[in-house]
């Protein structure tokens, strides 16, 4: 037979989520994606892991960060070299 108590819990949740590059926040309102102005504003988060002989951030140390849209398209945008950028309604 089991046995039913009511049991209260704290429990963690994330309230936002704040890009590490620029310092904004990227959740408005209780959902992700905020607004900067009209723009939907998502993230990414990113863990790096330096495998054996690393030079950043060295062997075994993981580094993760979230960055705002806005900061990725800055990113994408200054490379040497161009990122790869796919239309995937093209696609289908």
Do not use: Q, W
């Not at 429990?11 to 939907?40: F, H, P, R, Y």
């Not at 988060?45 to 060295?58: C, R, T, V």
């Not at 490379?79 to 239309?87: G, S, T, V």
């Amino acid at each position: 037979m089991y046995k039913y108590e009511t049991v209260s819990k704290e429990v963690n949740e994330c309230v936002d989520i704040i890009c590490n590059k620029c310092g904004c926040s990227t959740i408005s309102a209780g959902s992700i994606g905020g607004d900067i102005g009209n723009k939907s504003v998502g993230h990414v988060h990113i863990s790096y892991f330096g495998g054996y002989g690393s030079n950043f951030p060295g062997d075994g140390i993981e580094v993760r960060f979230d960055l705002c849209e806005l900061c990725i398209r800055d990113i994408i945008f200054g490379f040497k070299l161009p990122a790869e950028i796919i239309d995937i309604d093209r696609l289908v």
